[in-house]
């Protein structure tokens, strides 16, 4: 029972290792994006909206072909 558990704890460490090395891998940008006002048009900027844009999705995506197999 103690080698079950200290393999699932290697396999786990393993494959968190392996996550964190791809999202140091990958590259990302960040949008910000603005809600406007309805009569003027004017942007709001006391309301931003974050969003990440990942420009190499393709190293994310052997994570997905990974976890599959």
Known sequence: MENTA???E???HHLMADY???LV???MGKI???TVFPV???PNLSN???FIKILNPNV???LLVGSVN
């Open 6 to 8: 200290k393999t699932i």
């Open 10 to 12: 290697y396999i786990t």
């Open 20 to 22: 964190m090395q791809k």
């Open 25 to 27: 891998k990958v590259e």
């Open 32 to 34: 910000t994006l603005f």
């Open 40 to 42: 003027t048009g004017a």
């Open 48 to 50: 931003p909206h974050h």
């Open 60 to 62: 994310l995506s052997e």
